[in-house]
């Protein structure tokens, strides 16, 4: 049985790409990907780029785990080995959970560098068509920054990009990098989503400073479960509702609740 190949198969397909898209990330002929998946290997010094490309470990690339886990829940073993997601008693709006997540414990270029491909992934998968990324100050500034780079460097695509400013600068300036447009279809890139009022007040005071289109709203974590409806409403929905904007989370807290039961953390 041809495992690296198999498992090359099966990971393309689940990021929905081709041969052809394959081999141009990572830099050799789609007939050398044709050559894997049907009985071949890769050189030894292609597996940490294959690794890096599908967001797995060489031993998940090679078949040890690749099984074991869905792409949900070692993205949450990966935030738990960052010391990302805590587990514990913690209060969050009146509802009692078992974990917290503290964002800000993503701290190394290697961390960011695979949250932008995951971001990446999530926005490829969904067929969101936009015109802008805009991160929000200041935890969206380096998800957005890491989430475009991924975007071009994986997949070739290419678009505006900014981050707003908490306080305008001298000039009067609210936005670092391209001035967003009327009309335009913007994508925002932000780390979580609780309650939503935060992130309302901030798209609201994008669109007083033009008149575009929040196509979708991209987060780490959609911290929302479904124990919580009777304490609080969720985020997420009052944004879709008001602004008419999908929402995209790498996991959200009822994936998070089920990976700690099933002791995956």
Known sequence: MNKIGDNIRLLRKAKGVTQEELA??????FQAVSKWENGGAPDIEMLPVLAS??????DELMGFKLNAMTNKERFIRFMADAGVLKLGSCELHGYRS?????SERFTTNAQYAKLGEYFADCIRESGLAFDCIIGMAYHGISLSVATALALYNKYGVTVNYCHDRRLPDSRGREFCGHTPEDGERVLIVDDLINS?????????????SADVTIVAVAVIV????????EHHSNGADLVREK???????????DDIAQAIKAGIV
């Open 243 to 253: 602004y008419g904007a999908r929402f995209l989370s790498v996991v959200n807290g």
């Open 24 to 29: 141009e990330a990572v830099h050799i002929s």
């Open 98 to 102: 078992d974990y917290y997540v503290d």
């Open 222 to 229: 959609e911290r929302y479960e479904t124990d919580m409806k």
């Open 196 to 208: 939503g009022n935060t992130l309302m007040q901030r798209i609201e005071r994008l669109k007083a």
């Open 53 to 58: 490309f599908f967001g797995v470990s060489i």
